[in-house]
């Protein structure tokens, strides 16, 4: 059963987490009921997937042992060796299962959600390194964390650390009572952008755009922003529904959206769309990158190595989507975009050709709008899609 893709979903979830909001509404912790929630719900999802099964059930326990291993063995081998070997074996799961189908037609490595559990388990590993944490989660918190349901399968993705200060959290009741309001008000907005808004512009008007011929450039138009804005409330809706099921069970799951459509300029747009995985990508990836290659000193200027972590990390999150050409063109586009404007950020600081006002905020609010939704155009492949 797809997370969120029906309302019989809904229904055995809402009888499931009853007892999680009596329970909190009297002021009680619910934390040992949530994880026998969260195990029955994961039986629910995989329950017509045995492959689905395995693959997670194999997978949980090879990322368990390996971050209980570099935990407990990090201080005794070479930090830095064991550090990325650690680093790589998180990772290999989830890159054999984005190369397997290119060679097999059975992915018995993949299954819903490995790639959100996956940077889970690595910001572990690599938050170890920093030394933000210090010792062996326990494992059931630690399983918690990682097979947390309402977020399973396409995030937001949480922190280690912010999770754990919710689960250890006893809430009171008039605090809860918020949450749950909150949290009920996020499963309506879901409701609102994925099965209401999304489901009308995907239904109603990008169906009806194959009766204008493929070759004409009005197709394409319409579709980059019929596309752009169905993307946006599909996976808004989605995000909303993680949210709100999460706040029900105490947990204060991060925002995903900030209306990224409402952005000033591409940097600000990665600030405003999907939170959750773009802050991953900048902490994990691009700042690391950055500090790694200022220590080494192979490069001196800073703006070098700015643009080339910009590279770097959207590549990455381009491939990370496929390989296909569309996600590869996705990611050297954005990737473009942010070295442009970085360029033009620095000149304008100096020149200041670029002035700051009113009508200024909303003319580049509309040229930015623009350069996204042709970057979405890049990534849902209509460009190669030949037609009928």
């Not at 893709?5 to 009921?33: D, E, N």
């Not at 809430?171 to 808004?197: A, H, S």
Request: overall charge positive.
């Amino acid at each position: 059963m797809t997370p969120y893709g029906s309302f019989s979903f809904f229904f055995i979830i809402a009888i499931l987490l009853t007892p999680t909001i009596v329970l909190g509404l009297q002021g009680k912790r619910f934390y040992h009921y949530n994880l026998l929630a969260t195990l029955i719900s994961l039986c629910i999802i995989f329950a017509s997937n045995l492959q689905g099964v395995l693959a997670l059930v194999l997978f949980t326990i090879w990322q368990v042992l390996l971050i209980i291993g570099y935990i407990k063995y990090r201080s005794k081998a070479n930090g830095s060796t064991l550090f990325y070997v650690a680093v790589v074996l998180s990772i290999l799961p989830l890159a054999l299962s984005k190369l397997l189908p290119y060679f097999s037609q059975v992915n018995w490595i993949g299954f819903l959600g490995i790639s959100y559990l996956t940077f889970k388990d690595t910001q572990i590993i690599m938050e170890t390194r920093d030394g933000l944490i210090k010792k062996v989660p326990p494992l059931f918190q630690l399983l918690y964390f990682i097979l947390f349901f309402p977020t399973i399968s396409s995030g937001p993705i949480d922190r280690y650390r912010r999770f754990e200060k919710d689960i250890h959290r006893t809430i009171p009741k008039e605090e809860y009572r918020i949450l749950v309001y909150e949290g009920i008000n996020k499963i309506f907005l879901g409701f609102l952008y994925k099965y209401i808004i999304g489901y009308a512009i995907n239904h109603f008007f990008i169906a009806n755009l194959r009766f204008i011929a493929h070759s004409q450039f009005q197709h394409h138009l319409f579709y980059m922003y019929a596309y752009s804005f169905y993307l946006f409330f599909d996976f808004a809706g989605y995000s909303a529904f993680a949210i709100g099921v999460s706040y029900l069970m105490g947990i204060k799951s991060p925002e995903n959206f900030n209306k990224p459509f409402m952005s000033r300029n591409i940097k600000d747009f990665w600030n405003r769309w999907h939170l959750s995985l773009s802050f991953w990508f900048r902490d994990y990836v691009y700042m690391r990158f950055v500090f790694w290659m200022t220590k080494k000193k192979w490069i001196k200027n800073r703006n070098v190595i700015s643009n080339l972590g910009y590279v770097l990390l959207f590549l990455l999150m381009g491939l990370w989507h496929g390989l296909e050409m569309q996600y590869i063109l996705y990611g050297i586009y954005h990737a473009l975009l942010m070295v442009l404007y970085n360029s033009f950020e620095r000149f304008n600081k100096k020149h200041r050709w670029w002035p700051h006002n009113k009508f200024t905020q909303v003319l580049a609010t509309v040229i930015t709008f623009h350069f996204v939704c042709f970057g979405f155009y890049l990534f849902s492949g209509e460009l190669f899609n030949k037609g009928v």
